[in-house]
């Protein structure tokens, strides 16, 4: 089975940096196509943060562009979302996503992140 582990989040300053990790297991990296970074505010949508590709090929949200990196770890099957300028309105419960070259996408079990004086 796929499982998708989830590490990082907590309480940080406005202006402060947290870096996310999503681990997965259960699969190849090479049956990947994308992984990413999806985010829901309280009482708000689900929506994509960050992706990167097998290729490395990355896109971010307009609101995030600058202030937070996607990136592949240099030897597991893991990514991790360098977050840094951190605002206000980037306080939500983070979910990682894979989308396999096949079969329905797997979803991390979400991380708490708040953004708070």
Not at 90 to 105: F, I, Q, R
């Amino acid at each position: 089975q796929v499982h998708l582990v989830e590490i990082g989040g907590g309480l940080v300053q406005p202006g402060g940096s947290l870096r996310l990790s999503c681990a997965a297991s259960g699969l190849y990296k090479h049956n990947i196509n994308t992984m990413g970074w999806y985010r829901q505010a309280p009482g708000g949508q689900r929506e994509l943060v960050a992706s990167v590709t097998t290729g490395g090929t990355t896109m971010y949200a307009d609101s995030v562009k600058g202030r937070f990196t996607i990136s592949w770890d240099n030897a597991e099957t893991k990514i991790y979302l360098q977050m840094n300028s951190l605002k206000f309105d980037d306080t939500a419960v983070y979910y990682c996503n894979l989308s396999p070259e096949w079969g329905d996408d797997f979803w991390g079990q979400g991380t708490q992140v708040t953004v708070s004086s």
